[in-house]
């Protein structure tokens, strides 16, 4: 890599961490247990409802294969897979903000969810976390013994957010969202 390539990533680095205060404000400490405040990237994924043996077109957003991104470096992305009228890639007017403040009304991180033996073939709603370097995950199946309602009202609360949030369509076909997470 020339060293001309080198320095220019070094300025845009640097132009970037000036540009996000918000960045700037979150503690990371050690000594101190996560904060919300230190959340910098959120990534919400799900397969859609019920079984994936035969899982049909889907009639709303609470059934249907998406994932939605909220980050503090980017605008919130979402990409559809199967509901229909609504298939592609989406820039969405939701901000990082907004999902911060559903991780904490239902206390995050300190759910607990019970142990589930995962069930083969259905569907499962998925939360990735990120903050300080470190990501947290939780995933919880569309199965009727593993009904965790604080985790289903939060999967509700973040399509909620969605629902009512302005979007703009960028691409008719779904995207496969690598940069962070894996999704799937």
């Given amino acids: 890599m020339s060293q001309k390539l080198i320095r220019h990533a070094a300025i845009a680095l640097a132009l970037c961490a000036m540009l996000h205060p918000i960045a700037a404000l979150a503690n990371?400490?050690?000594?101190s247990g996560p904060s919300y405040d230190d959340v910098d990237a959120i990534l919400i994924s799900q397969?859609?409802?019920g079984s994936t043996q035969a899982p049909g077109e889907p009639s709303?957003?609470?059934?249907?294969?998406?994932?939605?991104?909220?980050?503090?470096?980017?605008?919130?992305?979402?990409?559809q897979y199967n509901l229909p009228g609504s298939v592609g890639t989406?820039?969405?007017a939701a901000t990082i903000d907004q999902a911060r403040m559903v991780l904490r009304h239902y206390a995050f991180f300190s759910l607990a969810p019970d142990a589930q033996r995962p069930p083969t073939d259905v569907a499962s709603?998925?939360?990735?976390v990120q903050y300080c370097a470190v990501t947290r995950s939780v995933k919880v199946f569309d199965w009727p013994l593993g009904a965790e309602s604080a985790m289903r009202e939060m999967a509700s609360a973040f399509r909620d957010i969605l629902t009512h949030?302005?979007?703009?369509?960028v691409s008719t076909s779904p995207q496969i969202y690598t940069p962070l997470f894996d999704p799937w």
């Fill in 60 to 79: 709303s957003l609470a059934c249907s294969k998406f994932w939605l991104m909220f980050s503090d470096y980017a605008v919130s992305t979402y990409s």
């Fill in 28 to 31: 990371c400490r050690a000594s």
């Fill in 165 to 169: 949030s302005a979007r703009r369509q």
């Fill in 90 to 92: 989406y820039k969405v």
């Fill in 125 to 128: 709603w998925s939360i990735w």
């Fill in 47 to 49: 397969t859609g409802c």
